[in-house]
């Protein structure tokens, strides 16, 4: 369990370049005490011991703002980033090394019974707002836009962006997800919309004066 902390305020201290103290991430982070209570109701729930667990997520929901249900398989080094409305669902699976900023979901699609909840490959980043649901399969290294909604399994090495979302294999350089600088799938389409049109345009006009050319000529 000690271990499991240490690794767990590591990787705060290597993600966020805000932490400035152990004893700030321990007093400060609700990504962190989320995290430690899941790993508990977690280990109660896979031991099949009743109410408790669900419990101890309601608490830890209560007092961070975070809530993952004791069902879902958590990787090692998981990190929530500020953490309010993060919610993670029963069946799901996120793989070691992710990064979850805040009002991130990872849902089901409806009342289906069994796997209903995404799983997550290792060093993903899911942005702020981001909401990917239904038991779809998120490769390794998958980055996704803030905001963007995924209801499609990702390739891996792939970036995520829109509603839906779409695959557009845009990263910055080591893998990092710039979320200013995302690309823009309907923009981009609208833009060269209006591009084959200018070009049309031109190209009647051409055609329009050739004709009254050729009509003066035999007037």
């Not at 830890?60 to 998981?78: C, K, L, S, V």
């Not at 990702?154 to 350089?173: A, F, K, L, N, Y």
């Not at 609208?190 to 190209?203: M, N």
């Amino acid at each position: 369990m000690f271990r499991a902390i240490k690794e767990q305020i590591d990787t705060i201290f290597r993600e966020d370049p805000a932490a400035k103290s152990v004893l700030e991430i321990f007093f400060c982070y609700p990504g962190f005490h989320a995290i430690l209570a899941h790993r508990l109701s977690h280990r109660l729930y896979k031991a099949g011991v009743p109410f408790l667990p669900r419990l101890i997520s309601q608490l830890g929901r209560f007092f961070t703002g975070i809530e993952i249900h004791p069902g879902a398989t958590i990787g090692r080094r998981f990190f929530i980033d500020h953490g309010m409305g993060v919610v993670i669902g029963e069946t799901a699976e996120v793989g070691d090394d992710v990064l979850i900023y805040q009002g991130a979901t990872l849902g089901g699609t409806g009342n289906e019974k069994g796997k209903r909840h995404p799983t997550l490959g290792n060093r993903v980043v899911v942005g702020s707002g981001a909401k990917i649901l239904g038991n779809i399969l998120i490769g390794d290294d998958v980055k996704i836009g803030a905001g963007s909604v995924v209801v499609h399994p990702v390739p891996d090495h792939s970036t995520v962006v829109g509603i839906p979302g779409r695959v557009v294999r845009i990263r910055g350089e080591n893998g990092v997800l710039e979320h200013g600088n995302l690309p823009d799938p309907e923009g981009q389409a609208i833009e060269d919309l209006v591009k084959r049109v200018s070009e049309l345009e031109e190209k009647l006009r051409q055609l329009i004066s050739e004709h009254e050319l050729e009509h003066h000529r035999k007037a």
